[in-house]
């Protein structure tokens, strides 16, 4: 059933702006998660000349039902892609530089060799920027996390999404422990790294999970935290429960930060990368 979105929901979208960015993009190349999640702050964003990239193709092995990310016929990757990531980064001028991907569980290490050679062509590019890396699971093969790890991005995330007892219908090949383990072992393995996570709201959690995913989180020492709302990409996906009111997220936000998490990001348009310097900034501030 449709639910017409409440009046906070609007946002700007300026044409020219996304036009250009999408145009550089597509001479290079390259994949952004803000077109193909669908992302409503992408005329925001595009604007101020940010944007996530996405790599490893566009077409994922895994059917998230809440995900517009495409499911087609996976692509070789593309051995020039980490230098045209780099360049693009350079081209814009980026201090802060967002990279997350497909899962390709048709590789065998899951494209993670393919992911530190894209961050190690960005430091080699803009050695002072800051690199920040979305993952898929990897199934937490150690390995093939120790191969992100050994390029030292700045932030390491992969986002646990929702609560557990979502898991089996949002995201049926994936594993809430499985992604606890992720965050965990990169933590242990480098203290000093910045931890990420984010999960969506709105899909028929209680307050009561979304608090016990924070204690969660809170217990593996992950820094940062993203709250959005889930908007349903088509009548495809799994349908949305309801919309949160900023209110509630500001409750989220103070709840998690009392249970110690360090840097919280919530609100209706809050997305995994949504202003991720800011994060940097407050943590490399403390």
Not at 19 to 37: G, H, I, K, P, R
Not at 124 to 139: A, R
Not at 227 to 238: A, V
Request: aromatic share 8%; with cysteine; net charge negative.
């Amino acid at each position: 059933m449709y639910k017409p979105k409440p009046s906070w929901f609007r946002v700007s979208y300026d044409q020219d702006a996304v036009s250009q960015m999408l145009e550089m993009m597509d001479n290079l190349s390259l994949n952004t998660v803000c077109t193909e999640a669908h992302c409503p702050n992408i005329g925001e964003c595009f604007k101020k000349n940010s944007a996530t990239f996405m790599i490893m193709g566009k077409n994922c092995t895994r059917r998230c039902r809440f995900c517009a990310v495409s499911k087609g016929k996976l692509e070789d990757l593309d051995p020039n892609e980490p230098q045209n990531v780099a360049t693009a980064a350079k081209t814009m001028g980026l201090k802060h530089v967002v990279i997350t991907s497909v899962t390709r569980d048709d590789l065998k290490d899951g494209g993670s060799t393919h992911f530190a050679a894209t961050i190690t062509a960005v430091k080699n590019e803009l050695p002072e920027s800051n690199v920040e890396v979305l993952i898929p699971d990897f199934h937490c093969d150690h390995d093939s996390l120790d191969n992100v790890i050994a390029v030292r991005p700045s932030v390491f995330g992969h986002n646990v999404e929702t609560v557990p007892s979502l898991y089996p219908t949002v995201r049926p090949q994936a594993d809430y422990q499985r992604s606890l383990d992720v965050l965990a072992y990169a933590k242990t393995k480098a203290p000093d790294l910045y931890t990420k996570t984010g999960i969506m709201v709105g899909l028929g959690e209680t307050k009561d999970e979304v608090k016990a995913v924070m204690q969660d989180l809170a217990d593996i020492k992950c820094d940062i935290l993203t709250i959005g709302q889930y908007l349903r990409p088509s009548k495809e996906h799994i349908e949305l429960v309801e919309y949160i009111h900023p209110d509630t997220f500001e409750e989220y936000k103070q709840m998690g930060l009392e249970l110690g998490i360090k840097f919280i990001a919530s609100g209706p348009l809050v997305r995994s990368s949504y202003k991720a310097s800011e994060a940097m900034e407050y943590l490399e501030g403390e």
